[in-house]
C-alpha cells in the first residue's frame, strides 16, 4: 500500500511569486493534514481536513494560504504571494479517523524563498 | 495549546549503547506518537502509544498518561539509528502537538 505522497519535494521561488504544494494521502483516509517547519522550530500545524471540508484551519498563519481538497482525495496548499518567512518544510499526512487516529506523514516538501 | 518537552536535546551514542528518550506534556492527551526523522527528512512512524508498552524490535516506548510522560527505549544502538526522534499528542482537536526533538547520533 502506498503511502503519503507529496510533491514537489523541493521548491525555490523568489518572494512574491506563488507556489502550489500538493499531497496524495493514503487511500481511504478521511482525514487529511497540512503541518510545517520553519526556521529550525517545532513541527506545527496548520490545518485538517475530513474529506473535503476544513475541519480546523486554526494554524494557517495568513491569508497568503490556501489549502483546499477537491473530492476529498489529494490536497493543494498554494501560498500566494510567498515571502522569505515561509521557507521551511511542508508535512502532509493522513489517518483513518476515529478514537484511534495514528497519523501517516509524508516526505515533505522543502520550500526555499528567496 | 499544549505544551511538548523532549528531553535530551543531543546525544551522542557508541554502537552498541543503549538510550533512553523523554517527553513530557503539559496536559491530558487522547493520543502520542513517536516519531523518527530519518536524514532525508522523513517522519517514520515508530509508535502510536496513548498508554502502556509497545515493543518493537530494538525498539520500546512507554507511556504514563496519568503521570504525562513517555519514553522511549533503544537498545544496541545502530548508525541507523541517527535522526531526531519526535515525540507528538494530540487533544481533543485531531491535530499533533510536536516537541522539539532529540537528535541522535550513533558512533561507529
Known amino acids: 500500500e502506498a503511502g503519503v505522497t507529496q510533491f514537489p519535494s523541493h521548491s525555490v521561488i523568489e518572494k512574491g511569486q506563488t507556489v502550489t504544494l500538493r499531497c496524495d494521502p493514503i487511500s481511504g483516509h478521511d482525514n487529511l493534514y497540512w503541518y510545517r517547519r520553519v526556521m529550525g522550530k517545532e513541527i506545527k500545524f496548520l490545518l485538517h481536513f475530513v474529506k473535503e471540508s476544513k475541519q480546523d484551519e486554526s494554524g494557517m498563519p495568513n491569508n497568503r494560504f490556501l489549502a483546499e481538497r477537491t473530492g476529498g482525495t489529494y490536497s493543494t496548499l498554494k501560498v500566494q504571494p510567498a515571502e522569505l518567512e515561509d521557507s521551511g518544510v511542508y508535512f502532509c499526512a493522513s489517518g483513518a479517523g476515529g478514537r484511534f487516529n495514528e497519523q501517516f506523514f509524508g516526505p515533505g516538501t522543502r520550500l526555499t524563498v528567496l | 495549546g499544549i505544551q511538548v518537552e523532549q528531553s535530551p536535546p543531543d546525544l551522542i551514542l557508541q554502537e552498541g549503547a543503549n538510550s533512553t528518550l523523554r517527553c513530557n506534556f503539559s496536559?491530558?492527551?487522547?493520543?502520542l506518537q513517536w516519531f523518527h526523522q530519518n536524514p532525508w527528512g522523513q517522519l517514520i512512524n515508530l509508535f502510536y502509544?496513548?498508554?502502556g508498552t509497545k515493543q518493537n524490535g530494538r525498539l520500546s516506548a512507554t507511556t504514563v498518561a496519568t503521570e504525562r510522560y513517555s519514553l522511549l527505549y533503544i537498545s544496541s544502538s545502530q548508525t541507523t539509528d541517527s535522526g531526531v526522534y519526535f515525540c507528538a499528542v494530540e487533544r481533543w482537536a485531531n491535530n499533533l502537538f510536536f516537541g522539539t526533538g532529540t537528535r541522535l547520533t550513533v558512533i561507529p
Open positions: 496536559d491530558s492527551v487522547n493520543n
Open positions: 502509544i496513548p498508554s
